[in-house]
């Protein structure tokens, strides 16, 4: 766990179980009136599972499940019916996605 103010953008994290990516973070603290309240961190964060972007304000110091995720890099097959299959070069592990996982990056995919 680290505090939100630590999290940048590119960072990833979970809350309640699902996995958002940091797209942008803004920190702000507001001086106005007597008392200084504590500094904020609006992130604009991408949901991993269901696609969707919102914005969600923070205490700097509240603690964020910070989460590492593995990047591979895989060679697309074939696609066969609404399945596309990819291939772990170095493993040769093969695995299937469906067109809705890929968000539209469908139409860059090449046949190799």
Known sequence: MKPAD??????TFEDKGIPFLILKAERFQSTSGKRQRAPEITFKVKDLLSG???ETTVKASDLMN?????KQS???LYE???EYNFMNQETFEQIGLQEED???????????
């Open 80 to 82: 066969d019916g609404g």
């Open 102 to 112: 890929l968000d539209g990056a469908v139409n860059y995919l090449k046949e190799e």
């Open 52 to 54: 969707r972007i919102n």
């Open 66 to 70: 910070d989460i590492m995720l593995d």
């Open 74 to 76: 895989m060679q697309f």
């Open 6 to 11: 630590k999290l940048r953008s590119g960072s």
